[in-house]
């Protein structure tokens, strides 16, 4: 695997990886495929506890921020408190080693899309988006949510 992966980014040019559901793998194997890689590497791990994703960044080079992304539909599409988002982000400085490097989003394949669950809601999506766009991490966009 490790052989394949290198192989793989350098054939094609990759500047990175999504790695897909990386707790049903050991953290040991990602803490030596990554490296191999040679790459970035972005690792999902679907759960909102900040306490359970968190340690998976010492296994691959960043992560999408889950948790967030519950906290980002509460607070733009349910009108939640927006001090939730410094919170969450305090408490996430705890558990990993660099918030820089977790994927901000509001829309993916794996969850029902933001307008699925807050219809008619277009300017609750923009005001998400651009929190995602301009909040702390790397932003990411799933088609479509453009």
Same mark, same amino acid.
């Given at each position: 695997?490790?052989n394949?992966?290198?192989?793989?980014?350098?054939?094609?040019? &990759?500047?990175?990886?999504?790695?897909? +559901? =990386?707790?049903? %793998?050991?953290?040991d194997?990602?803490?030596?495929?990554?490296?191999? /890689?040679g790459?970035?590497?972005?690792?999902?791990?679907?759960?909102?506890?900040?306490?359970?994703v968190?340690?998976?960044?010492?296994?691959?080079t960043?992560l &999408?921020?889950?948790?967030?992304?519950? +906290? =980002?539909?509460? %607070?733009?599409g349910?009108?939640?408190y927006?001090?939730?988002?410094? /919170?969450?982000?305090?408490?996430?400085a705890?558990?990993?080693?660099d918030?820089?490097?977790?994927?901000?989003?509001?829309?993916?394949?794996d969850?029902?899309? &933001?307008?699925?669950?807050?219809?008619?809601?277009?300017?609750?999506?923009?005001?998400?988006?651009?929190?995602?766009?301009?909040?702390?991490?790397?932003?990411?966009?799933?088609?479509?949510?453009?």
């Amino acid at each position: 695997m490790k052989n394949w992966v290198k192989s793989l980014v350098s054939t094609y040019g &990759f500047d990175g990886i999504r790695i897909d +559901t =990386i707790p049903e %793998v050991p953290k040991d194997f990602w803490a030596e495929f990554g490296p191999a /890689s040679g790459v970035f590497q972005m690792g999902e791990c679907f759960n909102g506890d900040p306490a359970y994703v968190g340690p998976y960044q010492g296994s691959v080079t960043g992560l &999408f921020n889950y948790p967030m992304y519950y +906290t =980002i539909n509460d %607070v733009f599409g349910n009108g939640a408190y927006m001090g939730n988002i410094k /919170s969450l982000y305090d408490a996430e400085a705890s558990h990993f080693t660099d918030l820089d490097a977790l994927g901000l989003f509001v829309d993916n394949h794996d969850n029902a899309r &933001f307008l699925h669950n807050h219809a008619g809601a277009n300017n609750k999506l923009k005001n998400a988006t651009v929190f995602s766009l301009t909040g702390r991490g790397i932003p990411f966009v799933y088609y479509g949510t453009e």
